[in-house]
């Protein structure tokens, strides 16, 4: 009998905050290992994007706070890739820059695990950039220096050069891990000869939207991550570069900029509107409270297949309906023209883009996106009498259409494509949650609402919600939300995620 195959680890670089800056290379093996093992800073967004069932593990290190010792970590590298695995270690930033990625690399090595390092883009550079610093310039810094702030818990005293760096003109030196060691080390450069003068910046958390920057002077540094109460992660920049800041920011003009929003609709669903959200300036919080997955029936696309009609309804009452209906249809049945014995209703804006997709024309759409109303609309407009109806739907759809339809002569049958459920959030996200409350809320459905007590207790939804805003997309949502006891603070008025996103914005910039 042959030993089954070594698996292999790839050491993936996430960038620094913003999910856009992971490399196409990483993002890709990201979503194809067997296994995750991810670190604290790592972004929520890249990790409930892996595809559900995957093996996932949180390794959770963040600034003085070390829960899974790097001894164990590389041992789950070991066990995984023993098992014939493949791993995406997901490390903030870039592996190799401070990251102990070099670390991991060597112990895999030794022990005859096959790996591959997938660089990323480092927060050394992006987070400046992000605030309007460059790292060099033809005038004013022709060298970078990285340095780390933090010394390793087995050294008596950092190994960095601070003497050197001091006398080191016309150039940047941007410090990582520095946060609780900035006062000896702006002491330090001073003693050695820096011009007190020069200039200098804090970044913390670059390149997230919620990011903040302080320019001072190196003489006054301390003293201002003290007074702003800075907290990892952060960056400090010392040189002349800083000075450019005014001219070079571009990222701070957005309309909603700071503001964390829960976002709880599907994650496979969401990429979009996180993007959206993100490019305003708001921090998208990606907290998804249902999942969605196919719900394959033999028996009824077996009935689908054997309709024959000529005066046929294909009525689709969600997005999530088209998207798995035609899914399954090239499984069960294949030849699209099955379809062409049916007209087409759509619930609202949303599933009839999503049916565009698809190169399906919407031949009725109700004026507001609800299935009451759609109901309501055909038992009005259409003549139903002696039609087959055949709703697409999931498991936790309410008969409310069939039972219209029916009351018209029409001979109706449901037909679910998909089961809606409530997922587990990865280990690590609720920490990142609690840390970090939202400003606000945003519900598109019942069930995203329901959802919230699968991953949290009572008391800490209280505790998250009471301050902050509650957004709906409609009016069933609404009441749902009221009914649980939750104040709504504004209603789109439009019952797609476009009206929900204008809805959020205009609350935040209404005079």
């Not at 029936?297 to 998207?323: H, Q, Y």
């Not at 099955?338 to 399906?360: D, P």
């Not at 024309?361 to 309501?376: G, H, N």
């Not at 805003?469 to 749902?480: A, T």
Request: glycine share 10%; charged share 25%; hydrophobic share 40%.
């Amino acid at each position: 009998m042959t030993d089954k195959k070594t698996g292999k680890v790839y050491l993936i670089g996430a960038g620094p905050g913003d999910p856009g800056l992971i490399t196409v290379k990483g993002r890709d093996l990201l979503y194809s290992c067997d296994a995750v093992i991810y670190d604290h800073l790592v972004s929520d967004e890249l990790i409930v994007a892996v595809p559900l069932g995957r093996e996932m593990h949180y390794v959770g290190k963040k600034a003085a706070n070390h829960p899974v010792p790097q001894e164990k970590i590389n041992a789950l590298m070991l066990q995984l890739a023993r098992e014939g695995k493949s791993v995406a270690r997901l490390k903030g930033s870039d592996p190799l820059i401070f990251g102990r990625g070099g670390e991991e690399a060597k112990y895999l090595k030794e022990h005859g695990i096959e790996f591959e390092i997938v660089t990323g883009v480092t927060s050394g550079i992006a987070g400046p950039a992000y605030s309007g610093i460059p790292c060099t310039d033809r005038q004013k810094a022709s060298f970078v220096v990285f340095v780390t702030g933090h010394k390793s818990s087995d050294k008596l005293k950092t190994s960095v050069p601070w003497d050197w760096l001091a006398k080191a003109t016309g150039g940047t030196i941007v410090i990582y891990m520095g946060v609780r060691e900035i006062e000896k080390i702006t002491g330090q450069l001073l003693e050695y000869g820096m011009a007190p003068e020069t200039p200098a910046a804090i970044i913390e958390r670059g390149t997230f939207p919620s990011q903040r920057l302080v320019t001072s002077t190196i003489k006054d540094l301390a003293k201002a991550a003290q007074d702003n109460d800075i907290k990892p992660p952060a960056l400090f920049v010392i040189g002349e570069v800083v000075d450019l800041q005014p001219w070079l920011e571009w990222f701070t003009d957005r309309p909603l900029l700071g503001k964390r929003i829960m976002v709880t609709r599907p994650a496979d669903q969401s990429f979009e509107f996180y993007e959206r959200l993100r490019r305003m300036g708001a921090e998208p919080m990606p907290f998804p409270t249902i999942a969605t997955e196919a719900a394959d029936d033999p028996g009824g696309w077996k009935a689908f297949r054997e309709i024959s009609s000529e005066k046929g309804w294909l009525v689709f009452t969600s997005e999530n309906g088209v998207r798995y209906f035609f899914d399954l249809f090239h499984r069960h049945i294949g030849d699209i023209r099955h379809l062409g014995q049916f007209k087409i209703a759509a619930v609202g804006a949303g599933t009839a883009k999503a049916l565009k997709k698809q190169n399906i024309s919407v031949d009725f759409i109700p004026k507001k996106a609800t299935v009451k109303t759609l109901a309501a609309a055909m038992k009005e407009n259409l003549d139903l009498d002696g039609t087959t109806v055949v709703r697409i739907r999931g498991n936790l759809a309410e008969d409310t259409l069939e039972k219209a339809l029916t009351d018209q002569g029409a001979k109706v049958s449901s037909l679910t494509t998909y089961n809606t459920f409530h997922p587990d959030w990865p280990d690590g996200l609720k920490d990142k949650l609690l840390e970090n409350p939202p400003h606000a809320f945003v519900f598109t459905s019942g069930s995203t609402i329901d959802g919230l007590w699968h991953n949290l207790s009572e008391e800490e939804i209280r505790g998250l919600t009471d301050k902050a805003d509650i957004f709906s997309l409609g009016p069933m949502v609404s009441d749902k939300l009221r009914a649980k006891g939750f104040t709504v603070t504004a209603q789109s008025e439009v019952y797609t995620i476009d009206g929900l996103i204008k809805t959020v914005k205009d609350y935040y910039n209404s005079p």
